[in-house]
């Protein structure tokens, strides 16, 4: 399963290039006096390098969200309750990543990013993509809920542009996303079991696979 970055990265390099070249055909026929030549070079070369400013932008948006074809499994993860409404999870990512998380609540909760793009957008290897947002312990009484202690933890990565971001503060990108959404499920924590995230092109879904087995350690 790869990520959506190499495409844009392929484009924005070829647009930098052209423009370099526009950019120089401009300089040349300035030299030998072509006005109206070394302005049209001048622009297009801008233009191209405004597109390549675009598609590196675009690179670094969606840098750690994961493409999505089918149906596939997102996390996998254990529960085990410690106490009254308290219980740990134990999570491993299909990457090969693990970590754990100290939870308050009857339930597991997490929810995801997902980013679907236009048909056209997919000639530059920008397919449905996903990436993981929190997970949180979750209260089955709304009285707890608004009450009692609550457990978040961020799953997704930093970075300093995110496409999720940019399609909602601009209409710009309407062209490339065809919808940009979250998706949330959850699950009874209540006892030792053993879970897995499943992500497809509809949302989330959890599914208790077997009896409690602990993960394996490395």
Known sequence: MATVVEPTALAALLAALASLLALAAGVLALRRRHLVRAGAGVLLGLL?????ACFATLGVAVHGYRALTREEVAMTLWTRPVGAQRFE??????DGRSRSFALAGDQFYVDARILKWHPWANLLGL??????????GRYARLEDERAAARTIFALGRERPVDAFALRQRFAWLAPLLDAEYGSATFASADHPARYE???????????????FAPPATP
Do not use: K, M, Q
């Not at 999870?89 to 299909?94: G, M, N």
């Not at 996903?130 to 997970?135: A, K």
């Not at 995230?197 to 009896?211: C, I, K, M, P, Q």
């Open 197 to 211: 995230v499943r992500v497809s092109t509809t949302g989330l879904l959890v599914r208790e696979v077997d009896a």
């Open 127 to 136: 397919h449905t993509a996903y990436e993981l947002d929190r997970i949180a």
């Open 89 to 94: 999870v134990d999570v491993l990512f299909p």
């Open 48 to 52: 191209l390098l405004a597109l390549a």
